[in-house]
């Protein structure tokens, strides 16, 4: 059995994009000053792992119910990088062509979330029908 069968996460083109997402702010995290490293930068390493990490995870769960709450968390952390990244922008840690970047990247990623979630949605709503 070939490794992206076992971990199917992995195919999801949601997983893929929100992991480029990381290793995106990873790359506009390296130009940011050195006092940030124990305060911002690893405020956002952490929301931003969190995105991927908690996709991977409602992956592995069975429950509708409990893959939903996953993919909240990682709606959550989404908009947390999103929020820590625009006072990076407010403090010239990054420019305005980046932070567009970075919101285009985390609308991509909310709208996959969000269609994952109608889709659970609508899964438990018929199951309850039933």
């Known amino acids: ?16 994009h929100a992991k480029a997402y990381v290793e995106y702010i990873y790359q506009l995290m390296e130009s940011f000053p050195r006092k ?26 069975y429950s509708k119910k409990q893959q939903l709450h996953f993919l ?15 006072i990076a ?8 062509s980046q932070m567009m970047e970075i919101e285009s990247r985390a609308i991509q990623i909310r709208r996959m979330l969000s269609g994952w979630r109608r889709t659970l949605v609508a899964q438990l709503s018929e199951s309850s029908d039933s």
């Open 72 to 86: 909240e968390f990682a709606f959550g952390s989404l908009n947390e990088t999103v929020c820590q990244l625009e």
């Open 89 to 96: 922008s407010d403090l010239n840690y990054i420019d305005a």
């Open 36 to 61: 940030e490293e124990y305060a911002l930068c690893a405020q956002l390493r952490r929301a931003s792992f969190s995105v991927p990490s908690n996709i991977a995870e409602a992956c592995g769960r």
């Open 1 to 16: 059995m070939d490794n992206n069968e076992e971990f199917a996460y992995r195919n999801l083109v949601v997983y893929q």
